[in-house]
């Protein structure tokens, strides 16, 4: 009985978030409320609540905990012999990165264009970024704020950024990681 109750709960949960990108994409965050998303999606204003119990902006990054825990997964679960770096490198491959697709652009444009998600959002990106630094930390048997960890967590996550506003995502973040595996040492020199 419970995996029937947890599958339509999380049938609830995808209705809801897809109801919601699918407003905000076409009217604009701001003018969609609630209560029209809970109609769309066919519940309840509190069964919305019940599943995005931190509001509005919460219905955007549906996959947040997904996204955070298959990104502690890519260091933790990487085959033997393969670096920190190289299991991140396989994990951002398997799962589609901003910017790869015209659907993540315009959800990317939606987070950008919007101050509460933009937000919200960079709060999430700074505690993934301090989850990865964690399971690099643990990993790696070094303290969760030793400065090669923190900073190479910032690096993987800046990176992402950059790449996503190419003209090739999945290439530039592929070359951005060559250079965090290799060095920048070939490229500064005149």
Same mark, same amino acid.
Do not use: C
């Given at each position: 009985?419970?995996?029937?109750?947890?599958?339509?709960?999380?049938?609830?949960?995808?209705?809801?978030a897809?109801?919601?990108? %699918?407003l905000?994409l076409?009217?604009? +965050?701001?003018?969609?409320?609630?209560? !029209?998303v809970?109609?769309? =999606?066919?519940?309840?204003?509190?069964?919305? /609540?019940?599943? #995005?119990? $931190?509001?509005? !902006?919460?219905?955007?990054?549906?996959?947040?905990g997904d996204? !955070?825990?298959?990104?502690?997964?890519a260091?933790?679960?990487?085959?033997?012999?393969?670096?920190?770096?190289?299991?991140? %490198?396989?994990? /951002?491959? *398997?799962?589609?990165?901003?910017? &790869?697709?015209?659907?993540?652009?315009? #959800?990317?444009?939606?987070?950008?264009?919007t101050p509460?998600? @933009? @937000? +919200?959002?960079h709060?999430?990106?700074?505690?993934? !970024?301090?989850?990865?630094?964690?399971?690099?930390?643990? $990993?790696?048997?070094?303290?969760?704020? &030793?400065?090669?960890?923190?900073?190479? =967590?910032?690096l993987?996550?800046?990176?992402? $950024?950059?790449?996503?506003?190419? &003209?090739d995502?999945a290439?530039?973040? &592929?070359?951005? /990681?060559e250079l965090?595996?290799k060095?920048?040492g070939?490229?500064? *020199?005149?």
């Amino acid at each position: 009985m419970s995996g029937l109750r947890e599958r339509k709960k999380a049938q609830t949960r995808k209705a809801l978030a897809d109801a919601a990108l %699918r407003l905000f994409l076409e009217r604009g +965050y701001d003018a969609v409320s609630v209560k !029209e998303v809970a109609e769309a =999606a066919e519940v309840s204003v509190p069964t919305l /609540f019940a599943h #995005f119990p $931190d509001g509005k !902006e919460s219905l955007v990054f549906d996959m947040d905990g997904d996204r !955070e825990a298959a990104l502690v997964a890519a260091v933790r679960d990487r085959a033997p012999g393969t670096t920190v770096l190289e299991g991140l %490198r396989e994990g /951002f491959a *398997k799962n589609p990165r901003p910017g &790869d697709t015209a659907e993540m652009r315009d #959800f990317m444009r939606l987070i950008e264009e919007t101050p509460a998600l @933009s @937000s +919200y959002f960079h709060k999430m990106w700074l505690r993934h !970024e301090g989850a990865l630094a964690r399971a690099i930390a643990e $990993d790696l048997g070094r303290e969760p704020d &030793d400065l090669a960890v923190v900073s190479l =967590a910032h690096l993987v996550f800046g990176a992402l $950024d950059v790449a996503r506003r190419r &003209d090739d995502p999945a290439g530039d973040l &592929d070359r951005i /990681f060559e250079l965090l595996e290799k060095g920048w040492g070939s490229i500064l *020199k005149p």
